[in-house]
């Protein structure tokens, strides 16, 4: 865009110490993890640890019971995916490739929905719960994601491009609507999916207030909700609140490593966040 | 066909409803209805009724374990404007997302634009920029208390290391808000560096070579070009960055005071009230006037940018 070469310059400078920024305080972290205690105090501080040692991450996995709250995570966060990739699937296939009565409005419904955060109307929603006494279980903390508005209108796009002559053809060899879902929509909007997957994986995991809601008991706690009850007991102990802290980052750096063009991809065409 | 509709009404109605068949046939409305039906009554439950419930709870007082839940009126609307705390959080929030949103964006704009000089590293300063983005609030927040200890931490040490005072990071109640913006700002930049990249890679280069044949400096292009170019997606990431920002709440939980005494100043914003009220003290008619109030916040914000982007298309 700008060739000018002192442009340029400034240009490697300022995104370097960005980007130099943006990593420092995972290094930071990761090192104070490995520290022993004597050597997390120390003054002045020092960069490396002198003995590294995994002590804080044995004790914050066994004693601590983290594998617990990262098994609850990962099965929150599996099921909501799961759930979402099919919902929005679905219906994103039926507003895209479907003609009926209402469908405007029922979509405008949905859309309505998008901007207004979960915090706006958590109380109803911990009412409902409450009410038919699911309070501390694995299907009040997936239940409010097991839609998403975004999604919906993220997969109606990408089924919107899948060409009509596709569908009607298997229509012609004798297929019904739901095979036709199945073998062919699905099967063809792979990335889509994928990006959409990643997306959802993410919220669940990431979420922390409704899970500090509707969990009651330390068997239930996600790996967000046990970091942050962890480091409010214990906040002095800053070994095991930063293995605990690289841990519940790991999951997340893992995923996006591995699907980083996707989740790329899925920000350009429609500003999905990760 | 009028002919047979004055002849034969029955059959009309029976050709009429084979037809409806036909029709239903044809477009699978069996289908629709069995797939999208479920689908559409699990949106229901979980968004549209919830927003519903919210505002007629705020005009009840109500206790979740409590039968008597009388109706109150406008009596917790009226409430809201004594409540001392929550006007408090409310300008702690709006003073937070102001700086929040306007050096995130600014920031990550002037990153975009720099991204697009050096395009061929640009694909690895965004993937390291976008490290934050993926990690979730909580442990992000608890890397950066660490960072933020007055005693031990690392961002004294380099202010004294350079000659300039210490600061309580977390228990000054004047510096807590710049904490808390320094660690949402390095959450979410890269997310707005990206969507950036997006929108001004699709600016056509022949426009800005045309302008600098023209002699327009770097500076003219960036103003006269770009900026007006990239518009609408500044008013996109402005609409979102400040609804993501005024909903901050997972960094303030973990980076300030807490019940065991953790020592730091006691932050308060707008959901971190919602919350108390609601699931602290029980007081949900009262939080549910809290969260309509937080409602119409975002309504108004949305229709904002509904209005610019008409007036845009207007002209």
């Not at chain 1, 594998?67 to 994103?92: D, E, H, K, V």
């Not at chain 1, 019904?176 to 993410?202: Q, T």
């Not at chain 2, 000054?172 to 890269?190: C, F, N, R, T």
């Not at chain 2, 990206?194 to 770097?218: F, H, K, M, S």
Request: proline content about 5%; glycine content about 6%; charged content about 15%.
């Amino acid at each position: 865009m700008f060739k000018e070469r002192p442009i340029v310059i400034i240009a490697y400078v300022v995104c370097t110490v960005m980007a130099a920024l943006a990593v420092i305080p995972f290094f930071w972290v990761l090192m104070t993890a490995l520290k022993p205690d004597p050597e997390i105090n120390a003054w002045p501080p020092h960069v490396l640890p002198i003995a590294p040692t995994l002590e804080h991450f044995y004790r914050i996995l066994g004693e601590e019971n983290f594998l617990r709250y990262i098994l609850n995570s990962l099965i929150i966060a599996l099921c909501s995916m799961t759930a979402i990739l099919f919902t929005s699937s679905l219906a994103g296939f039926i507003f895209a490739k479907y003609k009926f009565p209402g469908r405007g409005i029922l979509f405008a419904v949905i859309l309505a929905t998008a901007i207004i955060p979960l915090e706006v109307y958590i109380i109803p929603l911990y009412l409902m719960v409450f009410g038919v006494r699911m309070m501390n279980s694995y299907v009040a903390l997936v239940f409010p994601f097991v839609i998403m508005t975004f999604g919906v209108f993220f997969m109606r796009q990408v089924i919107m491009a899948i060409p009509d002559e596709l569908l009607e053809a298997a229509r012609i060899d004798g297929a019904n609507e739901f095979w036709i879902y199945v073998r062919v929509v699905l099967a063809l909007s792979k990335s889509g999916l994928m990006a959409l997957g990643v997306f959802a994986f993410s919220e669940a995991w990431a979420n922390f207030i409704w899970p500090l809601v509707v969990v009651t008991s330390k068997d239930m706690y996600t790996t967000e909700l046990g970091l942050a009850t962890y480091q409010r007991q214990f906040f002095i102990e800053y070994g095991p609140i930063s293995a605990g802290a690289v841990i519940s980052i790991l999951p997340m750096l893992i995923v996006f490593a591995l699907l980083r063009s996707h989740i790329m991809k899925g920000i350009a065409t429609s500003g999905l966040r990760g | 066909m009028t002919a047979a509709d004055d002849i034969a009404p029955r059959g009309n109605l029976a050709a009429r409803f084979a037809e409806f068949r036909d029709t239903a046939k044809r477009d699978h409305l069996l289908w629709v209805v069995l797939a999208l039906g479920p689908i559409f009554a699990l949106f229901c439950i979980i968004r549209v009724y919830p927003i519903l419930e919210t505002i007629r709870l705020s005009f009840y007082r109500y206790h979740p374990t409590q039968r008597n839940r009388p109706f109150v009126g406008l009596e917790n609307y009226y409430r809201l404007l004594e409540d001392d705390s929550f006007r408090t959080a409310l300008t702690n929030t709006l003073q937070f997302c102001v700086m929040a949103v306007v050096i995130t964006l600014t920031l990550a704009f002037l990153v975009a634009v720099l991204l697009r000089s050096i395009e061929k590293a640009a694909p690895i300063y965004e993937l390291l920029l976008y490290i934050p983005v993926v990690t979730p609030w909580v442990p992000a927040s608890v890397i950066w208390k660490w960072i933020f200890d007055p005693i031990h931490g690392i961002l004294n040490y380099g202010l004294d290391a350079v000659g300039l005072p210490k600061l309580a990071w977390l228990q000054d109640e004047h510096v807590i808000i710049y904490a808390i913006v320094l660690v949402s700002v390095w959450k979410m930049l890269g997310y707005f560096v990206v969507v950036y990249g997006v929108g001004l890679r699709n600016i056509p280069d022949e426009l800005l070579e045309a302008a600098e044949l023209d002699g327009a400096t770097a500076w003219q292009r960036l103003i006269y070009i770009v900026i007006p170019m990239m518009k609408p997606i500044i008013l996109f990431t402005v609409i979102i960055a400040t609804i993501i920002f005024f909903n901050v709440f997972a960094p303030v939980y973990v980076l300030t005071a807490s019940a065991q005494g953790a020592p730091a100043y006691d932050f308060k914003v707008v959901i971190g009230e919602i919350y108390q009220n609601a699931f602290v003290f029980y007081r949900m008619g009262y939080a549910g006037a809290q969260s309509v109030a937080l409602l119409v916040f975002v309504l108004m914000l949305v229709m904002i940018q509904f209005a610019l982007f008409r007036e845009k298309r207007g002209r």
